[in-house]
């Protein structure tokens, strides 16, 4: 019996596709609690990949928030070399995996991330790098960012970033209300001194009107559409700095003279990003800003100071899903200057994320600026539950599953991806 020779081809053709149908596969990163041994560094392959022009898709309440990858040897290899665990799928298991998620009936989504966002740190050039829970998980996750201060704020280097954090700043001009505790202190002094020298330098008579010109370069780049991220007392104080602007809030030991008489009815709570209806804290000598702050007014024992985490459409709200994506919906609380914020002073259109209920605390907060969006996340350091001045730097190899830390990273993400307003 004879072929004919395009039936051969043909024949040919089909068993090559079929071959390679095999042979096609995808790279699954589990990020569940039971598969995943490195929660944080799996986010640094996430980020490495994008950086090599290649897309991640981000699978939305599928074991714990996934990834998955296009396969490759050097894919495969950078997992191994970072301890990350990994999943090799065959090109058919990943589209049951994807038809799944589709499902009208699973709260779940495959969201599409694009692009290596650029990340920049708004922080102290001679800062050591443990002191900000950003920079260390950065660090630790091996995804790589700049670091600006004031000079480059406001010569409008932002515009160079796609993400900003703000490392734990005071904006008001008050040097973190540090003044009761350490004002002989020479660290202290020599912070102060050094502020003062900058300030000058940049045209401004005093430290809080050099710090307010700050943050007002931030809001516009947040406005203009930027991602704004914030840890502890960056948080209340941004927002402080920005509500009295105009008004002179600081007592004569921050900055040679005295405040302005009845402030506190000068402060204009439109000109804020997350909070409304505070009342600032008069007294130089109390450890703290404003009534935002719930440190003070807190009644939990650490055996059992956990917050939760907001459950939220995927399909319909992927934004704040994909910045609770986690293995554990309960999460460890942790203090800081700013712990958490009051319930009541947080404005009804900012989504809280995470809470303690039982307290009336907000702890993790996202809004939209403008064209921009915002996240405040309350407390120091997620794995270092009273981090005090002076105390050594958290060792993240002891934390690789850290839940925590992983909201840090879900906000490194969440530029990469197309982004759907939120219907909550």
């Known amino acids: 019996m004879r072929f004919n020779p395009s039936y051969r081809l043909l024949l040919v053709v089909l068993l090559l596709m079929s071959v390679v149908s095999v042979r096609a596969s995808r790279v699954l990163i589990p990020m569940d609690a039971e598969y995943q041994k490195d929660h944080l560094k799996a986010y640094g392959i996430a980020y490495w990949t994008l950086s090599k022009d290649l897309k991640v898709q981000w699978l939305l309440n599928y074991r714990g928030g996934s990834f998955l990858l296009p396969d490759s040897e050097e894919i495969r290899k950078e997992c191994t070399i970072r301890g990350v665990s990994y999943e090799v799928l065959s090109d058919n298991k990943a589209k049951g995996i994807l038809d799944e998620i589709s499902s009208p009936a699973k709260n779940q989504e495959a969201v599409v991330l694009e692009k290596a966002p650029r990340i920049v740190v708004y922080s102290p050039k001679g800062n050591a790098p443990w002191d900000d829970a950003v920079t260390m998980v950065l660090t630790y996750a091996e995804i790589p960012y700049d670091v600006v201060y004031d000079e480059e704020v406001l010569a409008d280097k932002l515009l160079m970033y796609d993400w900003l954090h703000l490392h734990h700043e005071d904006f008001t ?3 973190g209300k540090f003044y009761r505790a350490y004002k002989m202190a020479p660290w202290y002094i020599e912070q102060k001194k050094e502020a003062e020298k900058l300030a000058a330098k940049l045209g401004y008579d005093k430290v809080s009107e050099a710090k307010l010109a700050v943050a007002l370069k931030i809001r516009d780049y947040v406005v203009g559409g930027g991602f704004m991220f914030a840890m502890c007392s960056a948080t209340d104080s941004f927002d402080i700095a920005l509500s009295a602007e105009g008004v002179d809030i600081c007592e004569p030991m921050f900055d040679g003279d005295p405040s302005d008489p009845n402030y506190q009815s000068r402060i204009d709570y439109d000109k804020t990003f997350a909070f409304t209806g505070f009342a600032l ?22 055996e059992v100071d956990y917050f939760t985490l907001m459950e939220f459409s995927a399909k319909w709200d992927p934004v704040p899903t994909m910045l609770c994506q986690n293995h554990t919906a309960l999460i460890k609380g942790f203090m800081g200057q700013t712990t958490s914020f009051n319930r009541g002073e947080v404005k009804s259109s900012v989504l809280v994320l995470g809470e303690n209920k039982a307290n009336g605390e907000a702890r993790y907060i996202h809004g939209i600026k403008g064209k921009g969006f915002f996240t405040f996340y309350g407390g120091h350091d997620p794995e270092d539950y009273q981090h005090r001045v002076g105390d050594p730097k958290t060792e993240l190899e002891l934390h690789p599953n850290s839940p925590g830390y992983r909201l840090i990273l879900n906000n490194i993400l969440f530029p990469a991806a197309k982004k759907k307003k939120h219907k909550t």
């Open 173 to 175: 001009g008050q040097y």
């Open 281 to 302: 804290e008069r007294d130089p000598n109390v450890y703290e800003f404003s009534s935002i702050d719930m440190t003070a007014k807190r009644r939990i024992a650490r």
